[in-house]
């Protein structure tokens, strides 16, 4: 895919207004973490933009307006949301959504980067394809240099049938030697927390750093789903 350069200027991007930064506040993300990230708002709907950076370049844009549509800017390679912070560190925390790389680092945790585009309803059962066809995780491809560096990987992705299908096809690619994965914890008799964010707004950020300093090696937790599923 060719990719168009992109500037904030050209793609009507202003920094967050108090009614977006109370929006985000309300789900426990503070004003540092919206700076540091550089999370901003498109100027003609006030939808959120979550800007993606590599090197210090502006490569593409995701919008998340308030009732949780998503539009990523055309014409753009796909990364990682958070590639930047991963430069220079041997274990990476992979999770499904920009909210989510958020969440983490209010957990005290910079090392962490989102998918661009969400999860597959289930695990293929083909066989993985060659890069160049490998379309629906381009965006790994194109962060193969910083990925191949760590030595562990974290993977965080929503605790519903596409999070575990998006996790074993991340696992699939990067290597599931490599991999641990976060067991969010339960809610309550019937259901677990859904991912991050919920885990920081009803625990706090104690308790989603405790989560996630207790992720399991992938094959360990894989093979205790199966054995509640089988129960």
């Known amino acids: 895919m060719s990719s168009r350069q992109v500037a904030e200027k050209s793609l009507g991007l202003e920094p967050l207004g108090e009614k ?36 210090g370049v502006l490569v593409g844009c995701k919008y998340r307006s308030m009732e949780r549509k998503f539009r990523q800017e055309k014409g753009t390679e796909k990364w990682l949301y958070g590639l930047d912070d991963i430069n220079e560190t041997a274990e990476v925390i992979i999770v499904e959504g920009e909210i989510d790389k958020l969440s983490v680092e209010e957990a005290g945790f910079q090392n962490c980067v989102s998918v661009p585009s969400g999860a597959p309803p289930k695990v293929s059962n083909r066989e993985l394809p060659p890069r160049e066809k490998d379309t629906g995780y381009q965006y790994l491809w194109n962060c193969k240099e ?10 965080g992705t929503d605790a519903d049938t596409p999070g575990h299908a998006l996790a074993e096809e991340l696992a699939r690619r990067l290597g599931k030697d490599r991999c641990w994965r976060v067991r969010w914890p339960k809610k309550d008799e019937f259901s677990y927390f859904k991912d991050a964010n919920e885990v920081l707004k009803c625990l706090g950020p104690g308790a989603l750093r405790e989560v996630i300093e207790n992720a399991e090696l992938y094959q360990l937790h894989v093979s205790g789903e199966a054995l509640q599923c089988a129960k």
Do not use: C
Not at 24 to 43: A, D, F, K, P, Y
Not at 146 to 155: A, F, N, Q, T
């Open 20 to 55: 977006l930064i109370a929006y985000l506040g309300e789900r426990m993300i503070s004003e540092g973490t919206l700076q540091r990230n550089s999370v901003m708002q498109r100027l003609h709907d006030q939808a959120i933009a979550f800007p993606y950076w590599h090197n």
């Open 146 to 155: 910083h990925l191949d560096k760590v030595s562990r990987i974290i993977l």
